[in-house]
């Protein structure tokens, strides 16, 4: 790999690719002047890169602290351990009641609720397919996944099976009669559509018939008498119905009903962090252009798919025929977030006096400089972002209050570097370290101005569990932790939090992600638990996941749940700092013990061989019994932080776990036979920087800070470049 070249502007040596992109590419199409962007560049990174080094020691000595404590109180006294967290500021007081006062908030994020995609913005075919997710086929979605179960007949096969597909229409019918309901009859005797004087008439067998609340009707395409596309509205989220007679389902339809089009992603969340292995200014660059083609609205990617090439663009908008006769315009993609990296990390994009300046300090100055050029385009232009002025960009990995401030300090500078209003810049933050949940309601009130998010994690949140308190003892194997009592009260914590400072109708309270993207028939089942728990969006892992997630928010109102929950549910702090260690870890069989080692090596091995030698930081990768998961950084933090508990605290041996992790890299190269770009790790091992990664994050696990992985990621990926 060439040395970088850079430009020295004062304290800044900026990589010189980086420098001309910003320039030519985003300061161009902004009032912003190169010299004076690059000189407040370095006035804003020299006035904040102390404050962010000094939080992060504040980290480190917080966790020596408690690492100290329980060394000298083995057995635990819960109110004598939770007053010495009061005592060293780990949790800090309550606040009193406040509301935020976020402004300008567009809709998708205030008011309706919805699933949401997090994707690697720096992948260009992911970060359209997840823009253009706003629409998706429910028919398709249907067919080709197992919510339609492959019996009687109903088999997926190569070509179109008509058994299969009347069972995928049948599920459409009942949505329809569920959701939009006649006034007489149901969509199954419906042979047509036609539009007069305002009012939807729907024709049955028996004769005509209307919606039993008309106001869901808003619109059409095609002619009043002969509609091609009908929208509705219900529980604030629209369906499209596709009429179609010459198409080869809407013909044999009696209704010529073609597909049903389910608004899905109401939001997506772009990420430049957990999903991306961006370690320098070549990876920088891209991630930072797909992020200014998606606030152009230009990007673009040419595919090749059944060896056809095409360009796929973002979606236009969608245009209709109100039924009062004026124009109807809706959004044609998701509404897009940013996620900057965290305050932990530097890179060596650009220097400040020969030292790698903080990642999330670049992230946020470089992701709102080209926000800026969307929210300056003209009020009619198509593909706008925001239609309010907004900026959103969501914060990980923040450590209590005092983080959450210096990020909205750090947005105040940039705001006012960038020439923009204060609060432009919006912030999500992200509940998922310790320090954090219990201390959410006083992270929000740091916010509470620009505050549009809060949203739970459970991967990045078990992993600081367990690095936080690795020396309290042995943690429950990791299937067992999501069903203990901590994590419930966590996430109804998050909830409350969010209800009590009036998110509603304002901000968004989240949930985390359906991790298996083959199994949407198990997520139909289990995900309807994040809107009955008030949760206005949740995360899934594709556009086809999250136009079936999005029935769940027609099944049920949100904003009703938030209602009766607003004074009904509390913080439960006590419970949420209950660590969730093993009473008595000796009857952990060795069988137990092997199984645990194994499941967890073989999904970090998994996960790390793609992130050093390919550079994929989110991926599907198939667990110890070939089941497909979406892996991202912190499935990877909670694994390799639960081995390093287990041996850290006698468990295991250091030479069980090398010998187990030789033997599931065997598994690994196994399973990634078929991919003509991977390289084994075995037998090798010594010269694969994959497996060397995966053994350091296990074996140094407990030292690393917070328990996270990019340090050596990042270490063994910039090894790996350079070697190539």
Known sequence: MKARKHVQLGRLAVDSELYDFVNAQVLSQTDLAPENFWQDFESLTSDLAPINESLLLTRGALQQKIDQYHLENPKLNFEHYKQFLTDIGYLQPTPEDFSITSENVDDEVATIAGPQLVVPVMNARYALNAANARW??????????DVIPETGGAEKGGVYNPVRGEKVVAYGRELLNSYLPLKNGNYQKVTGFSIDQEQLTIHL????????????????????????????????????????????????????????????????????????????????????????????????????????????????????????????????????????????????????????????????????????????????????????GSIYIVKPKMHGPDEVAFTNTLFDKVEDMLNMPRHTIKMGIMDEERRTSVNLKACVKQAKDRVVFINTGFLDRTGDEIHTSIEAGVFHPKAELKNLPWINAYEASNVAVGLSTGFKGKAQIGKGMWPIPDQMANMMQSKTTHPKAGATTAWVPSPTAATLHAIHYHQISVPSVQEQLQDKISSDIDTILQIPVMANPSELTQEQITKELENNAQGILGYVVRWVDQGVGCSKVPDINNVGLMEDRATCRISSQHIANWLHQGICSEQQVLAIMKKMAIVVDQQNADDASYQNMAPDYDESYAFKAAVELVIEGAKQPSGYTEPVLHKYRLLKKAAS
Not at 136 to 145: I, K, N, Q, R, V
Not at 313 to 319: I, Q
Not at 332 to 358: C, Q, W, Y
């Open 136 to 145: 998706g086929s429910l028919y398709d979605a249907l067919y080709g996944t």
């Open 205 to 388: 067998t028996s004769g005509p018939t209307t919606l039993e609340n008309p106001e869901q009707f808003l619109g059409y395409q095609g002619k009043a008498s002969q509609p091609t596309d009908l929208l509705f509205k219900h529980n604030n989220l629209h369906i499209i119905i596709n009429i179609d007679a010459d198409h080869p389902i809407g013909m044999r339809d009696s209704a010529h009903i073609k597909d049903i089009t389910l608004e899905a992603a109401i939001t997506t969340i772009m990420d430049c962090e957990d999903s991306v292995a961006a370690v320098d200014a070549e990876d920088k660059i891209q991630v930072y252009k797909n992020w200014l083609g998606l606030m152009q609205g230009n990007l673009n990617q040419t595919v090749v798919k059944d060896r056809k090439q095409f360009t796929r663009e973002l979606s236009p908008d969608k245009h209709f025929t109100a039924k009062t006769g004026e124009n109807l315009t809706l959004p044609g993609r998701s509404m897009l977030f940013v996620r900057n990296v965290g305050h932990l990390m530097t890179n060596p994009a650009i220097l400040l006096d020969g030292k790698e300046m903080p990642e999330g300090i670049m992230d946020a100055i470089i992701t709102s400089a080209i926000g800026k050029i969307d929210i300056e385009k003209p009020e009619d232009a198509e593909k706008h972002n925001s239609k309010k």
